[in-house]
């Protein structure tokens, strides 16, 4: 959504909106007032723009630049400033951004992998489960083939759910043990670990749909997502149908009428059998076939 029209969209304009837009709508509106309140004096400026906005009879606009002189820019540096903004807001940080339990999950599964080298030199890459051919390396060939998984795990320490990074400590020390060969009952931790991640994951699971039951149960009015979607259905019932009368659209309601006929219903006058079928008009447009 562009700056000017986040300033100029008025209530009738907002409610004509459909699903998609208006969630663009809000997204850029919440982050025009992030964008706002981190300005110099930004939250001095917005608390005496909230105070007269109430009383204010002007253009809202026009207020809003009265308080933050950041916006009375040129129309080309407007939308540099807001790009910037949106570019700042919008982005993933990959160090401080926490995930979620599926996804540190997944980014787990990726990070657990093994680095085999071949006698032709070709890296393949094994799950952790493959730990046992590591046996016969020397102790820097398995420190080698452990490395890609250890950094993987520290990355991932930063940004998984919290309650993972126990499990991320554990599998660093078994990967240590690995590079050691020290690796008596590295078998029963690891399906330690996988049980304990089964087990987190199927709470998670189970969470969200207790919150999903919870919110369905005591939802007193509808959320309003299908709005869009039912005003959709009933202006294109109440719309006028274009009936089109080519050759190729009449062939089509016909092949359309015998494929949907119920079974054992009666044949509408003119219906053809299936083994009767209309034959094609003759003012097709040829096809333009490749040779063969």
Known sequence: VKLEDLLEIDEREYSNLDGASRAAFRVSCGALTM???????????????????????????????????????????????????????????????????????????????????????????????????????????RALAARPAEEALVRLSYRCFPSYRPLLSEYQLV???????????????????????????????????????????????????????????????????RTRKDSLSKYLDRMDAIFDRGLGAEQPAGMFGFGDLPPLPDDLPPLDLPPP
Not at 126 to 139: G, I, S, V, Y
Not at 209 to 225: C, N, P
Request: net charge negative.
């Open 35 to 141: 964008a706002l309140l981190e300005q110099p004096q930004g939250r001095d400026g917005f608390r005496a723009f909230l105070t007269e906005a109430a009383a204010f009879e002007g253009e809202m606009p026009t207020l809003l630049r009265r308080h933050f002189p950041e916006l009375n820019l040129s129309e080309t540096s407007l939308a540099k400033w807001w790009a910037l903004q949106l570019a700042n807001k919008g982005g993933l940080n990959p160090l401080t951004d926490i995930l979620g339990i599926a996804d540190t999950e997944t980014s787990l599964a990726g990070a657990l992998r093994l680095h085999f080298r071949t006698p032709e030199g070709i890296i393949q890459e094994k799950d952790l489960a493959a730990w046992p051919e590591l046996a016969d390396l020397t102790e820097q060939e």
């Open 175 to 241: 990967l240590a043990d690995i590079v050691k060969g020290e690796t008596k009952d590295v078998e029963q931790r690891l399906a330690g670990l996988a049980e304990t991640r089964t087990t987190m994951a199927a709470k998670a699971e189970r969470a969200r749909d207790y919150l999903d039951w919870f919110e369905i149960t005591t939802a007193r009015t509808t959320s309003g997502a299908f709005d869009d979607y039912l005003r959709l259905k009933e202006h294109l019932k109440s719309s006028p149908r």
